[in-house]
């Protein structure tokens, strides 16, 4: 526990996995505030909104939070590549009476960049945390000068590796069971990938600073086995799903409390690349892994007038719906109850 104090500064080692599009601050506090690491993901997020809810954050806990952001490249507009996914698509079009041409714009997702690095130096969180590797060498140096801790998530060693010589201060050892987007960036080769309990002790045994472990893992005996395995705090997301702070739809929630969740696919129909979550109808005839999605962040445009439509009608047929693949800690109570739970720790009246 020495080193996960001098290094977060936290009471337990439980970190709540930055999920966005079913969370806001409000989750952040009260993970925060009942001794773990509270996360708030930033990448949909512009600048005037990240002030707006650290604001928040600092006006109701002093405790420290994660800021986490994405590092990947915008791809170059496909204009054909666009078009051959419409077209793949459109008979969930006609289906639900739409027009193929619509486009209700979908989630934009930012790398990070000197603006948003300007912005961390200023509001000076105690950790940042990077899926998809990290920022260039500069804009690393420069909010490391403002005192933040970095974390990075790694799916295999080599990332880990490359992580540790680039200035990170604590890995995040991605396993295959995690749910949401995969955090590789050095191959996009899927096979690559291990299961959090037989990538985390060859991350341990290869590089000498602290590592997280993040996948399936959803209980205390969770916790304490990939601490028994050398991390120093588990990453946990999907078992906060059903937690009352949190913005998870009434669709997403009824998935995770039905059979629907004990399949779970990585797919990358929904936003170009590839993410675990339960099994839908978009995944199984359209995927799981399909050529015709244009490059991430952009295959979620043409998908949301389809998405939208089908909420009203209470489906989830086109709807994301991350999730790990271990469903089995979700529980509908408060997030600090639930903190508390996954340290093992007992809660005080």
Known sequence: MTILRELLKVEYPVIQAPMAGV???ALTIAVSKAGGLGSLPCAMLTG???LEEVARIRSAT?????LNFFCHTLPPEDPEKEAAWRQSLQPYYEELGLDLNDDAGGASRR????????LVAELKPAVVSFHFGLPAPDLLAYIKSSGVKVLASATTVAEALWLEERGADAIIAQGLEAGGHRGHFLSGDLGLHM??????????????????????????????AARKLG??????????????????SAIHRAALQSEQASHTEITNVFSGRPARGIANRLIREQGPLSTRVPDFPNAAGALAPLRSEAEKCGKGDFSPLWA??????CEEIAAGEMTLKL???????
Request: proline share 5%; with cysteine; glycine share 10%.
């Open 195 to 224: 299961g959090t309990f037989a990538l985390l002790p060859q991350i341990v045994s290869r590089v000498k600073i602290p590592v997280i472990a993040a996948g399936g893992i959803a209980s205390a005996a969770g916790v304490e």
């Open 343 to 349: 340290a093992g720790a007992q809660q005080t009246s």
């Open 48 to 50: 005037d909104k990240i």
């Open 62 to 66: 002093d405790r420290p939070f994660n």
């Open 231 to 248: 991390a120093v705090a588990a990453q946990v997301g999907t078992a906060y799903l059903l937690c009352t702070e949190t913005k998870t």
């Open 324 to 329: 790990g693949q271990n469903t089995t800690g």
């Open 111 to 118: 790398p990070f960049d000197e603006q948003t690095a300007d």
């Open 23 to 25: 969370q806001d601050s």
